[in-house]
């Protein structure tokens, strides 16, 4: 049996435990509560007043106040329980140090404490014991003072307490100050101009600012939860896989632009930034709308490839898919594909007779019918001027080229209508193709230009197939215009004189004057060879200038020597010299200066000057004529004569072609044709010189006919002018 008194203490403490569990479950339930005010207080004032309320429920103490650091160091509080308190000033003593090492410190008497001596007494009326703690806050160290009016009333219980609760309050206080940092974060996140962004590993928003939102055209949190990849544009969505595959696999920052759905409007660049985290398994993106700029820049880009008048790629622009064309092609041994270089035939008469306006729609309306013949995938192009590409993307074989170049010049065959006018126009076409083993697209481009320029001199409105031999015709036509070029100042050019006769006596009436270039390596070289070089290149100007003072020297030489022989030299005019500007005053003032008769000249001009512009053609004629010249129209028959222009012009003569002369020994129908000029020649009272007599025969019809002179080789060669003189003193 148990002692009575053992008893008793054992009810007791039973009893003391029963009160101690109750006190602590009270204690619990305030913390509890104080936790909550503190977590959840709005501001720094609401925190620590809550605090305070806390531990003072905590640890019973009678009034108090909450420290904090001031930029001098000194303390002041922040909150506290009595008035008296309010704006003092602690300095930070041995005292507050160990406090803020982290031991609470417990005063039985405060009036041996120097930080409490140091205040006025008023402060300290009522306070006899303290205790002092630390409260762990990472933005605001602060220190907890109790007060009590009885001495000794903090003790080792107290610092017990408070060791077992501070730590709890620290972290409510760490949680609340976290709690700012991230509404401060918050609210930058929103403020922002930038677009920022955070969305998890599966690609779907988890936060997204108001800017963001925003430049989509969204509200707020309007994105939240959406799948990043269904605002994107599709042609992005590859990108984007592949972004956010690496970030949430290998990699921790990516950076892309990608193109977002606007919610009314296309699409907006965004320019975005990626930093992964594993651990959280969360994106961070940051963002710029960068539509401006891409936008100029895309706007830039095509401008630098395509031409304005048409739409078309230009030069530039063609010159990036024919190499990958040519790429393809080296990759695919069967694959075949075909460039064609176009040119618009006689371009340059629609510009000037109806105007640079006209000639701008007639590329516009033909820029858009080759894009109608050719295929989708084909690429056309216009690479300046009156010149076209087509790049034939993928053919099965050459005659697939071949027919739509024919098709082509079917169509671009068909009138425009211009300014309500019919314009026709014809184009010539060089093609070449991959299979030939090129390398460089250039080369490809180029020898579709070797091909078109053998079409143009074929006779234009045609096509012509590529093949290595021209390549050797283009180059050495390059040399010659190289070499050409040097001859004038060379001296390696001099004229060579044909007699004129007349037919009935083959007396010498004059000479043709023609052009031969003393080549230094390859000798005389044919003017049917280097003529018409001379006159693509405009270098006949320079040339045909020679050939006209050197002509006049001659017949001011025999007008000097013969003077009663009235011997006529006749010089070649080519067409392009004759629409030089100054062509008349070139002639007037180089005759005056030379002081030739103009009687003594003749001017052999072909029909294609008429053609090119009959109205003004006749006025030069008329000028020339005012000057006193004669004028001959040469190579009759073969152009695209009209006899009906003949009486309209002041000629004085025509010369039949050696082409007829030549024929009417064979075929009744040359015969004809000479029959029919002579008769029609004499009508008009021209003169009539035949070319290239060549046989007996043709001189003895010729003169049946009653043609009234002649030249050939039948009655003399050309020769050099001193060869020329001795024929003339002879005859
Ligand atoms: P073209 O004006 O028809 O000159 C007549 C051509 O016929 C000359 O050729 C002459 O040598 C050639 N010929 C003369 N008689 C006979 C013959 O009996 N039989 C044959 N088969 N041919 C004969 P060439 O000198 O070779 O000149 C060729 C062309 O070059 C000329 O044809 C002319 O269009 C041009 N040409 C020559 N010199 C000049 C010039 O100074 N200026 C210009 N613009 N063109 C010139
Ligand atoms: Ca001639
Ligand atoms: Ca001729």
């Not at 160091?73 to 309010?86: E, K, L, M, Q, Y």
């Not at 008329?622 to 009486?647: N, P, V």
Request: aromatic content about 8%; hydrophobic content about 40%; glycine content about 6%.
């Amino acid at each position: 049996m148990a002692r009575p008194e053992l008893m008793l203490e054992t009810l007791l403490d039973l009893e003391r435990a029963r009160q101690r569990e109750h006190e602590l479950r009270l204690e619990s339930e305030a913390l509890v509560e104080g936790l909550k005010a503190i977590t959840f207080s709005e501001d720094t004032d609401t925190l620590f007043a809550a605090i305070l309320d806390v531990l003072r429920n905590l640890l019973a103490f009678d009034e108090g106040f909450i420290l904090g650091v001031q930029d001098d160091g000194s303390f002041t509080p922040i909150v506290s329980t009595a008035r008296r308190f309010v704006g003092s000033r602690w300095q930070p003593q041995s005292l507050f140090s160990r406090v803020l090492a982290g031991r609470p410190v417990a005063a039985f008497d405060v009036g041996l404490v120097p930080e409490w001596q140091a205040q006025a007494p008023e402060l300290r009326a009522g306070t006899a014991s303290a205790l002092h703690l630390r409260l762990r806050g990472e933005a605001h160290p602060a220190i907890l003072v109790c007060t009590h009016p009885e001495a000794r009333y903090f003790g080792p219980a107290h610092v017990k307490l408070a060791e077992r609760y501070t730590p709890l309050v620290s972290q409510a206080l760490l949680t609340a100050e976290l709690r700012d940092a991230l509404r401060e974060r918050d609210r930058f996140f929103d403020l922002s101009l930038d677009l920022m962004a955070v969305i998890g590993f599966d690609g779907c928003f988890r936060q997204v600012n108001r800017a963001w939102a925003h430049s989509l055209g969204y509200d707020g949190s309007a994105l939240v939860g959406r799948d990043l990849r269904s605002l994107l544009h599709e042609d992005d969505r590859e990108k984007a896989e592949t972004a956010l595959k690496q970030l949430t696999v290998s990699k921790d920052r990516s950076e892309c632009e990608v193109r977002f759905r606007h919610r009314e409007r296309n699409f907006r660049w965004l320019s975005c930034r990626a930093v992964a985290y594993a651990d959280e398994q969360l994106i961070y993106l940051s963002a710029r709308d960068v539509t401006d700029r891409v936008e100029a820049e895309q706007r830039l880009l095509h401008d630098a490839l395509h031409d304005p008048l048409t739409g078309l790629t230009n030069r530039i622009g063609f010159m990036e898919p024919l190499r990958r064309a040519l790429i393809q092609a080296q990759r695919h041994s069967g694959r075949c594909f075909a460039v064609m270089a176009i040119d618009v035939d006689r371009f340059k008469v629609v510009n000037d007779s109806l105007g640079h306006l006209a000639g701008d729609d007639l590329l516009k309306d033909l820029a858009r019918r080759i894009q109608a013949v050719v295929r989708a995938g084909d690429v056309v192009s216009r690479l300046g001027g009156d010149e076209f590409a087509v790049l034939l993307t993928e053919i099965n074989e050459p005659a697939d080229a071949a027919r739509i170049a024919q098709r082509l010049e079917e169509r671009l065959k068909l009138p425009s209508c211009i300014q309500g006018q019919d314009v026709f126009a014809t184009v010539s076409i060089g093609i070449t193709l991959s299979n030939l083993g090129y390398q460089q697209a250039e080369e490809m481009l180029r020898d579709a230009d070797t091909a078109m320029y053998f079409a143009k001199v074929q006779g234009k409105s045609r096509y012509v197939i590529f093949d290595r031999s021209m390549h050797h015709k283009a180059v050495n036509r390059l040399q010659l215009e190289t070499e050409l070029r040097k001859s004038i100042q060379a001296e390696q050019l001099t004229l060579h004189y044909q007699p004129i006769v007349a037919l009935k006596d083959r007396r010498i009436t004059g000479f043709e004057a023609l052009l031969r270039w003393i080549h230094p390596e390859q000798g005389m070289v044919s003017p049917a060879e280097f003529i018409p070089v001379a006159e693509e290149t405009g270098l006949i100007v320079p040339i045909g200038q020679w050939v006209f003072q050197e002509a006049c020297r001659q017949a001011r030489t025999w007008a000097q020597r013969y003077p009663e022989r009235h011997t006529v030299v006749n010089v070649n005019i080519s067409p392009r010299q004759f629409w030089q500007h100054n062509f008349v005053d070139y002639i007037k003032t180089t005759m005056s200066s030379l002081e030739v008769d103009p009687a003594t000249v003749a001017l052999e001009i072909t029909e294609s000057v008429i053609m090119y512009n009959a109205q003004e053609a006749s006025d030069i004629f008329r000028a020339l004529k005012d000057l006193g010249l004669k004028i001959y129209i040469d190579d009759f028959g073969t152009g695209y004569s009209s006899l009906s222009y003949l009486h309209r012009f002041p000629f004085d003569g025509l010369k039949i072609d050696r082409s007829f002369v030549q024929g009417m020994e064979q075929d009744d129908a040359s015969r004809e044709l000479v029959n029919t000029i002579l008769l029609l020649a004499k009508n008009l009272s021209l003169k009539v010189v035949a070319e290239g007599v060549e046989t007996t025969v043709q001189w003895e019809r010729l003169r049946e006919l009653g043609c009234g002179w002649a030249q050939g080789f039948l009655f003399a060669r050309p020769q050099p002018g001193e060869d020329a003189d001795g024929l003339l003193r002879r005859s």
